[in-house]
C-alpha cells in the first residue's frame, strides 16, 4: 500500500475557536483582532462574504461592522493554544505520522487502501474533529507536501468537495495545478514568486513543466524539490519530531504609550516571566537575552533602542533572567521618549538535558537547587489556579496601560473561573 501525505487544517482557525465558544455567534459574521484591538487577523467566512477585508485597522472599519452586525472579538491565544493542542492530539491518534507545522495546521501521513479512495476516512475525521472539537477542518491529499497543500487550497476553494480532497487519485493533474495562482504554490516566498513571473511562469502547472536546470541555477536544491513534489516525487518528507526552537520572544504593544524606567522595568519583567515559562514548559535553557522597546514609528522622533546580554551557564530561572534584563533595561532607556511597544528575546536555545557546567561554579549547586524549586512552585500554583495568580512583585503591572483587549471571549476552556456554574434545585 502506498503512503498518502495529508495536510490538515482549521478553516479561519481564530474565528472559529471564538464561535465554537460562543454558540450564539456561529454562522454569524465575526472577526478578530490584533494585539491592543488594532488590525483584523481572522475573519469568519460570513465575514469573508460580507467583504471585510484583511489587516484593516479596526477604527475604519468600525461603523461597517455596526451595520452589517458582525461580531467583533479580541485576539484570545491562550484559548487558541488550548484548542490547537486538542486538535493535534486528535490528529495525532488518526493518523499515522503527523508533523504539527502551526497553531492550526499539520501533515500527516496514512496508508492508503486497496480501494483508493479516502473519501470516506476524511469525512468521518472531520465529523469527529467537530464533534470533539467543534471547529472545522479541511483535508487536502496528495503523493507530496507540496500536491496535498493545493487539494487543501481547492478543498476550500471549490464547494462541491465539502473541505475534502484528493489530488493522489486523479491521473491527470494539470487541470488543477493550472487553477493555483504561483504565490499559492507551497514554498514559494515572494522573491521567488516575483522571479517567476518574470519568466512567464504564473501557476502550478508552468512551474511543474519549467526547465529544471532554470530552477536549480537560481535556487538549488530548495528549488528543485518543489518542482519534483509537484511531478509528485516525496521530496520532503514528514518530520514527526519538531525542530528545535531557535529563540523565544515574547512582546506586546501598550495601550498607551509609557516613558518612565520603572515602568519599562515592570514591563520587561513580566515578559521575561513569561518567556521563562515557556522555557521550562519545553525542557529548554537559554544563553543570551536581548531587550527591545520604541516609540510609534510614524512619530517625527521615531526611537528604537535593543541591548543583548549573554548567560554564561543556560539557565531557565527567572531570577537571574530578571536580573540580567534589568541591567539592559537601563542600556535602552531613554528619557522623555514615548515607548509604545517592548519585548525580550531569548537566544542560543539548547535542551536542559545536555548542560556542560563550568568547574567553578560560583552560584552554588544548593542554591541552584532552591531557584529550580522556587520556579517550580510558581509554575505549579499558577497552572492550577490561572496565570496572574502568583508572581515576583516587580513584575505587577498597572491595568491603565496593560494591551488592549476590549472585546475578549471567555476563556472557558483554559480557566476554572470562566466555566458556568450549575445550580441544582
Not at 518574470?198 to 532554470?214: F, P, V
Not at 498597572?398 to 488592549?404: A, F, L, N, Q, R
Amino acid at each position: 500500500m502506498s503512503k498518502v501525505i495529508l495536510q490538515i487544517d482549521g478553516n479561519n482557525f481564530y474565528a472559529s475557536c471564538e464561535q465554537m465558544i460562543d454558540p450564539s455567534i456561529k454562522g454569524k459574521g465575526v472577526i478578530v483582532l490584533s494585539n491592543n484591538d488594532g488590525c483584523i487577523i481572522a475573519r469568519s467566512s460570513e465575514a469573508r462574504k460580507m467583504g471585510i477585508p484583511m489587516g484593516q485597522p479596526y477604527f475604519k472599519l468600525k461603523d461597517k461592522l455596526a451595520q452589517l452586525n458582525i461580531n467583533v472579538r479580541s485576539s484570545n491565544y491562550e484559548l487558541y493554544g488550548d484548542i490547537s493542542n486538542r486538535l493535534m492530539h486528535l490528529l495525532r491518534k488518526n493518523c499515522e505520522e503527523l508533523e504539527i507545522y502551526s497553531i492550526d495546521e499539520a501533515f500527516g501521513s496514512i496508508s492508503r487502501p486497496p480501494q483508493k479512495s479516502l473519501y470516506q476516512w476524511g469525512k468521518d475525521l472531520r465529523a469527529l474533529v467537530y464533534q470533539n472539537i467543534g471547529i472545522p477542518i479541511s483535508i487536502g491529499m496528495g503523493e507530496t507536501k507540496v500536491l496535498s497543500k493545493i487539494s487543501n487550497h481547492l478543498a476550500k476553494k471549490i464547494q462541491k468537495y465539502s473541505g475534502i480532497f484528493d489530488i493522489g487519485i486523479i491521473q491527470n493533474k494539470d487541470p488543477y495545478l493550472k487553477q493555483i495562482h504561483i504565490n499559492q504554490v507551497w514554498g514559494i516566498g515572494k522573491r521567488m514568486s516575483i522571479w517567476l513571473k518574470n519568466r512567464g511562469i504564473t501557476n502550478a502547472l508552468e512551474l511543474k513543466n519549467m526547465s529544471s536546470n532554470q530552477i536549480k541555477e537560481k535556487y538549488g536544491v530548495v528549488g528543485l524539490r518543489i518542482q519534483y513534489e509537484l511531478k509528485g516525487t516525496l521530496c520532503i518528507p514528514i518530520k514527526e519530531t519538531q525542530l528545535d526552537r531557535k529563540e523565544i520572544s515574547v512582546s506586546r504593544s501598550f495601550s498607551y504609550p509609557i516613558d518612565s524606567l520603572e515602568e519599562l522595568n515592570k514591563v520587561i519583567i513580566k515578559y521575561v516571566l513569561m518567556a521563562s515559562n515557556k522555557l521550562r514548559k519545553n525542557n529548554l535553557l537559554c544563553s543570551s537575552i536581548t531587550v527591545f522597546t520604541n516609540t510609534n514609528i510614524y512619530s517625527n522622533d521615531f526611537f528604537k533602542s535593543e541591548a543583548t546580554e549573554k548567560i554564561n551557564i543556560p539557565t531557565s530561572n527567572s531570577k537571574i533572567m530578571i536580573e540580567k534584563s534589568l541591567l539592559l533595561t537601563n542600556k535602552i532607556f531613554k528619557p522623555y521618549k514615548k515607548l509604545i511597544k517592548a519585548g525580550v528575546i531569548l537566544h542560543n536555545i539548547q535542551s536542559n538535558k545536555y548542560i556542560q557546567k563550568p568547574l567553578f561554579n560560583g552560584l552554588g549547586i544548593q542554591k541552584e537547587l532552591h531557584l529550580e524549586r522556587l520556579d517550580n512552585v510558581i509554575d505549579n500554583i499558577n497552572t492550577r489556579n490561572g496565570i496572574n495568580t502568583i508572581g515576583w512583585g516587580s513584575s505587577v503591572i498597572e491595568e491603565e496601560w496593560k494591551t488592549s483587549k476590549r472585546k475578549l471571549s471567555n476563556i472557558m476552556t483554559t480557566n476554572i473561573e470562566n466555566i458556568a456554574t450549575i445550580y441544582a434545585i
